[in-house]
């Protein structure tokens, strides 16, 4: 059973800094990738950013630029950088895993609460 466990949220100004990690237990599987989502109050979860086992990353619009998605597979663990923080940024974060082409395989991390005051 993979387990997805994150850390690194809390309170930071406008402008500021961030970096989220995730760590993963157990083994996701060949083709994999990690990824992560946010949700703010009364919004749907959102994709932020994505990363193969490789290293190619995809992020969403509003996280071009300001966003850094990046992962030690050695330790099993992906982190996103997270800079120039906007009070939109504002929501929990979850960590994702999967595999390429098999929906059914997905896990989620419990979500960390990322803040940002203005």
């Known amino acids: 059973q993979v387990q997805l466990v994150e850390s690194g949220g809390g309170l930071v100004q406008a402008g500021g800094s961030l970096r989220l990690s995730c760590a993963a237990s157990?083994?996701?599987?060949?083709?994999?990738?990690m990824a992560w989502y946010r949700q703010a109050p009364g919004k749907q979860r959102e994709l932020v950013a994505t990363?193969?086992?490789?290293?190619?990353?995809t992020y969403a619009d509003s996280a071009k630029g300001r966003f850094t998605i990046s992962r030690d597979n050695a330790k099993n663990t992906v982190f996103l950088q997270m800079n120039s923080l906007k009070p939109e940024d504002a929501a929990v974060y979850y960590c994702?895993?999967?595999?390429?082409?098999?929906?059914?395989?997905?896990?989620w991390g419990q979500g960390t609460q990322v803040t940002v005051s203005s």
């Open positions: 994702y895993a999967g595999r390429v082409g098999i929906p059914s395989v997905r896990y």
């Open positions: 157990g083994i996701i599987g060949s083709d994999s990738y």
């Open positions: 990363i193969s086992t490789g290293g190619k990353t």
